[in-house]
């Protein structure tokens, strides 16, 4: 099935679904950028900020409910889409104006594809991300609002489409950090949710294990993969990377064992 496009004039036939919680300052920056989508669904589970108020502002509809974790909210909110397609947004990522003009060319024609992959880049400290682990970074993101599926993970959770897939050419930004104390706060966040998962599914950890795989996400980002070629930040980067593989492994070792 395919859905027929709308004209240049019209707003694409796209519900745009954000889940937010003291997002204030992303949204700002990503909301300016949707005026071309039919439909911006909001999931707030709790913003003590002004989050409801600017999405408000922007003409976004506001559907407010506890948090229910990263899957099952994520299906609640698309499950509300009014449109023939999703496009799964996060709060720190902005559309470009790139990106938006390849999306109405594409929606001039009968959409031939099931789903639509976007390469996300990384704007960190001034400096976009380019090689090594964060770049590039392909995602599933638009797709038809009639089939779909949640691949249920509380961490990176995924979406899964029968039917065509296609890559844009267009960048996604992705302004992931505030900062090296924000990394580090996120990284403790969801290492704790990625190994009580993998405790859950009775995965263990071996002697030193931890160590090793550090050793090669840190070979694999900054060799490999060209983490280098970004400087000293992306030395940075693996070396983050790299600790961020330790600290998950500590964790569940930690659960394991109990």
Same mark, same amino acid.
């Given at each position: ?6 004209g +240049? ?14 997002e204030?300052?992303n949204?700002r ?6 005026s ?10 709790? /913003?003590?900020d ?6 408000e ?15 099952? /909210? ?15 947004l ?5 559309v470009?104006? +790139? ?6 060319? &594409? ?13 996300r ?19 599933l ?10 691949? +249920? ?6 979406v ?16 992931s ?7 580090r ?5 969801? /290492? ?28 694999r ?5 060209g983490?280098?070629l ?9 070396? /983050? ?13 930690? &659960?394991?064992?109990k």
């Amino acid at each position: 099935m395919f859905f027929k496009a709308v004209g +240049n004039k019209e707003k694409l036939p796209i519900s745009v679904c954000i889940l937010v919680k003291n997002e204030e300052e992303n949204l700002r920056r990503a909301l300016p950028h949707l005026s071309t989508f039919e439909e911006v669904l909001v999931y707030d589970s709790g /913003s003590a900020d002004k989050s409801i108020e600017i999405c408000e502002s922007f003409g976004a509809k506001v559907i407010r409910g506890d948090w229910l974790g990263f899957p099952q /909210s994520r299906k609640k909110l698309f499950s509300l889409a009014s449109q023939p397609w999703i496009f799964w947004l996060d709060a720190d990522e902005v559309v470009t104006q +790139n990106l938006s003009e390849e999306l109405k060319a &594409l929606f001039t024609q009968d959409v031939q594809v099931d789903g639509l992959e976007l390469n996300r880049m990384v704007f960190f400290l001034g400096k976009w991300i380019r090689h090594g682990e964060w770049f590039p970074d392909w995602n599933l993101r638009i797709f038809k609002s009639k089939d779909w599926q949640i691949v +249920n993970q509380e961490v990176h959770e995924s979406v899964h489409i029968p039917g065509k897939v296609t890559r844009l050419k267009s960048i996604l930004e992705h302004h992931s950090y505030k900062d090296w104390d924000d990394r580090r706060t996120r990284a403790e966040k969801y /290492s704790a949710l990625w190994a009580k998962m993998k405790s859950s599914n009775g995965q263990t950890v071996g002697f030193g294990e931890e160590y090793l795989r550090a050793s090669w996400r840190f070979f694999r980002t900054f060799i490999l993969k060209g983490g280098f070629l970004d400087g000293l930040i992306g030395l940075k980067i693996a070396i /983050s990377i790299a600790s961020e593989v330790i600290l998950k492994y500590k964790k569940l070792r930690l &659960l394991s064992s109990k």
